[in-house]
């Protein structure tokens, strides 16, 4: 072979050699996800957080992480909407930095995990009873019995007269009720089956409270959008979802009848008239139920919304970006609640939700001095 050939087939040799290296530093560094990589969780130099739970505040999660991301670009935040059986079952387990639920963890589960887990809660949201019926125009209301008989399967058809007595001037079809209930550990099936329980004894003896209940008649959608999907795809039907699935998708919202013999609508007043009314009785650790309140203008299946976090990070780094985020979402993100249907903390609900974000430490050294504004 003639020396330029020799040179030429060097010279080739060597950007081959180039490219591969380039290539497997390239993939190296896209695998460092948020379930791989270095023990911080970074990538390039951003931090990486994972998140995963409840889908009644996903609308609002989502646009949370969006926000959040262009103020903090050295800030990845994912989070999956799996219901909060899933998001508990996650954190219990450390697949991801922060789980989401409805419902508050039950003593059990706290025990079981490998650490000290906080509830921080984050917005208030309605579980509201929605349906799909052809030329109805004005919202259906509904007595609390009458619920409770209807997704116990009592109440069958649509011109019963028990849903007549609270709707006279409705034209009511001769038709079946198709219930539809969720399927997956729900955050909103806790919500509303702790209002069905508090209301109906029968549902309480039989059927009780839960993420997951054996539900005694209808059909089952995975998470609020498959709930929500089915109402608006199948007529008849009858189902509960989180109040922002019910306007997202112009759905109706019934007005349900509260303890002092209202009917009210499920309106983000209504839900914050729910927390104000228990916020005396919340407890220290902020697990707590505000279904089923007292007062004249209360909505009755009103929730607290929680992020569940270690109170101690392994990872210094993390659980900075990860303290960072809820305190930005306790204050700044709340400006998104209104718009997407949840109702903002009451004041001192904050001010507790606060005390608990400072109290995140990672080797013994809080991650968010309490006097910082």
């Known amino acids: 072979m003639s020396l330029p050939k020799i040179q030429a087939h060097h010279s080739l040799a060597f950007v081959l050699f180039v490219f591969i290296i380039a290539l497997a530093s390239a993939c190296s560094g896209e695998r460092g996800g948020a379930g791989g990589g270095s023990s911080s969780g970074s990538v390039g130099g951003a931090i990486r957080l994972q998140g995963a739970g409840a889908t009644f505040p996903n609308p609002l999660y989502q646009k949370w992480l969006s926000e959040y991301g262009k103020a903090n670009p050295n800030t990845r935040i994912d989070y999956q909407s799996i219901g909060s059986g899933g998001g508990i079952k996650q954190i219990k387990e450390q697949t991801v930095d922060f789980g989401a639920s409805d419902a508050p963890m039950k003593d059990e589960d706290l025990k079981s995990a490998p650490g000290e887990l906080l509830h921080i809660p984050t917005v208030l949201g309605a579980v509201v009873v929605t349906y799909n019926l052809q030329g109805i125009q ?9 619920i409770a008989d209807i997704f116990l399967g009592k109440i069958k058809r649509w011109d019963d ?5 609270d709707n006279a001037n409705v034209n009511l079809p001769a038709a079946d009720i198709t219930v539809v209930h969720r399927t997956d550990g729900s955050g909103t099936s806790a919500v509303f089956t702790d209002y069905l329980s508090k209301i109906s004894p029968e549902w309480k003896e039989k ?15 995975k998470g609020n959008e498959g709930v929500t999907g089915q109402i ?6 009858i189902g509960y979802v989180e109040l922002a699935y019910a306007v997202q998708n112009k759905l109706p919202a019934a007005l349900i009848k509260n303890r002092a013999g209202n009917f009210v609508e499920p309106s983000l007043d209504a839900v914050t008239a729910a927390a104000a009314e228990s916020v005396s009785a919340t407890p220290e650790d902020l697990r707590t139920s505000i279904t089923d309140a007292a007062g004249a203008s209360v909505y009755p299946i009103a929730s607290y919304t929680y992020l569940l976090v270690y109170k101690n990070q392994k990872d210094a780094a993390k659980g900075k970006a990860l303290v960072d985020f809820l305190w930005w979402g306790l204050h700044d993100g709340e400006r998104f609640a209104r718009d997407l249907q949840y109702a903002p903390l009451p004041e001192e609900i904050t001010r507790r939700a606060e005390a608990k974000i400072n109290s995140i430490t990672a080797d013994g050294k809080p991650l ?3 006097q910082q504004p």
């Open 138 to 146: 004005q919202p259906l209301k509904f007595s609390p019995n009458t």
């Open 161 to 165: 007269a028990a849903i007549k007595a």
């Open 207 to 221: 059927i009780g409270t839960g993420t997951s209940v054996n539900w005694p008649a209808g059909q089952g959608g």
């Open 232 to 237: 608006k795809q199948q007529g008849n039907t």
């Open 368 to 370: 968010r001095a309490a």
